[in-house]
């Protein structure tokens, strides 16, 4: 009988191993927009959530025109007919996701020479950290920083830049879902900037901050979107026999498993068997701590949607310094706008999307309580596209991304926080002065 169960196991072994290594096409997979019109009918999206055959690319919210999701050629009909009996809008953005994701351009660095590294196009993490390396080699001022581990070992490398005066630190994350590939080249690009840019006000930033710069924070899941499967979006630790990983992005120690998480470990934001159990967001959140004196901004890169998102996921609450913080976020999304006409929408995380907590933004305002906090939800927000952004659009994010960073920088000198409302006793002065003056001007 023990002989049985261990064969039973051994094959059931060799399976799991066999599907996982496979690489995952999604051939016939369509991508749908949805157009809830009411909250009956969001609600009733967000009840399919919980069914792991759909992949919600975004979540359904009040605040959101069109909801995405990936459906099979074998669960799609299923998907039509349950959205249209109850009247919600439906179109098919993409027959068939395999096609746009086959259109991706993934580039290869070469070694020693960095004008290969281009911005219409995707790099894998072998390539990312051997142009890291090569900036560092390049550059006096960069050096190579580790701000953790993934579950699989892999170090997580940053790049510091700093000219020897700076006292105030800026903190860019990126890649920590790894299926936004946009994510990663865009704090790429701001990388390459502030080290080669001639543009004086670039230039400026650079000296003026001392930068701590990741490009991937979940280097296990972003090796994996090229390898295995491109919609991967999690971290790569085995929760059980059948399922994998861990949303990075809801195992921060702040409100954990409030709102905006699955405790299904088959889902995309499963947010693991309790806050930090993941070493990525433990070792990462340890190395933040232990930098965060004079850390001035905090800047976490997704996508997508063209949001500008704001601690706290929580409550709608304008908590901290929430009208600092939009005042001068609006500010910068004018900026953005400027080049190409991208309009962003800024707002902190419950208004702007949906309650969802767990994440780094809300931990590093909580715990830290770093002045400017923000995540970038980064183009496109378009319901044909979403997260398979074209090559073509690479670089014009990154060139508007940039303007925003240099605004925001520029406003933050410029913008405090609103005083109080002025009480009792500062009214009545106010009275008193304003009859004094109507006094002398009529004698």
């Given amino acids: 009988m023990f002989g049985c169960k261990f064969y039973i196991l051994v094959i059931t072994f060799i399976f799991i191993c066999c599907c996982d290594g496979e690489k995952v096409r999604f051939d016939n997979y369509t991508l749908y927009g949805v157009f809830p019109k009411d909250e009956k009918q969001i609600n009733l999206l967000r009840s399919l959530q919980d069914d792991t055959r759909f992949d919600f690319w975004n979540d359904p919210s009040p605040y959101k025109e069109y909801v995405n999701i990936l459906a099979s050629q074998e669960n799609k009909q299923y998907l039509e007919k349950v959205l249209l009996e109850h009247g919600i809008e439906v179109n098919v953005a993409v027959d068939n996701i395999q096609e746009l994701i086959d259109k991706e351009r993934v580039n290869k660095y070469t070694r020693r020479n960095l004008r290969s590294m281009t911005w219409n196009a995707y790099y894998t993490l072998d390539d990312i950290y051997s ?246 939800e980064l183009r496109p927000d378009d319901w044909r596209v979403g997260f398979i952004l074209p090559p073509d659009e690479i670089l014009p994010n990154n060139l508007e991304v940039m303007d925003s960073i240099l605004e925001l920088i520029y406003m933050s000198k410029r913008i405090t926080a609103p005083s109080a409302a002025p009480g009792p006793g500062a009214s009545f002065l106010f009275i008193f002065i304003v009859g004094v003056m109507l006094h002398l001007f009529k004698y």
């Fill in 131 to 376: 142009w890291m390396e090569d900036l560092i080699s390049s550059y006096p001022e960069a050096t190579e920083i580790i701000g953790g581990i993934s579950y699989e070992g892999r170090p997580i490398k940053g790049i510091r830049i700093y000219h020897g005066r700076a006292n105030k630190k800026i903190f860019l994350e990126g890649g920590i879902h790894s299926r936004e590939w946009i994510s990663p080249a865009t704090v790429a690009y701001i990388a390459n900037e502030l080290l080669t840019s001639p543009i004086d006000e670039i230039r400026d930033a650079a000296r003026e901050y001392d930068w701590y710069i990741f490009p991937v924070t979940n280097p296990d899941g972003y090796i994996w979107t090229f390898t295995n499967n491109r919609m991967w979006r999690k971290n790569r630790r085995p929760i059980n026999a059948q399922q994998t990983g861990v949303d990075l992005n809801r195992n921060w120690n702040n409100n954990w498993l409030v709102a905006g998480a699955s405790i299904d470990p088959s889902s995309d934001t499963y947010p693991g068997p309790g806050p930090f159990s993941e070493p990525e967001t433990r070792t990462l959140s340890t190395y933040i701590r232990s930098i965060s004196d004079g850390m001035e901004f905090y800047l976490s890169f997704h996508s997508y949607g063209q949001l500008l998102l704001l601690p706290f996921g929580n409550t709608t609450e304008p908590l901290a310094n929430y009208f600092e913080a939009i005042n001068i976020g609006r500010r910068a999304m004018g900026a953005l706008s400027v080049r190409y006409g991208t309009q962003y929408v800024t707002g902190n995380v419950a208004e702007a999307i949906y309650h969802a907590t767990g994440g780094s933004i809300d931990w590093v305002k909580g715990h830290l309580d770093v002045r400017l906090v923000y995540c970038y």
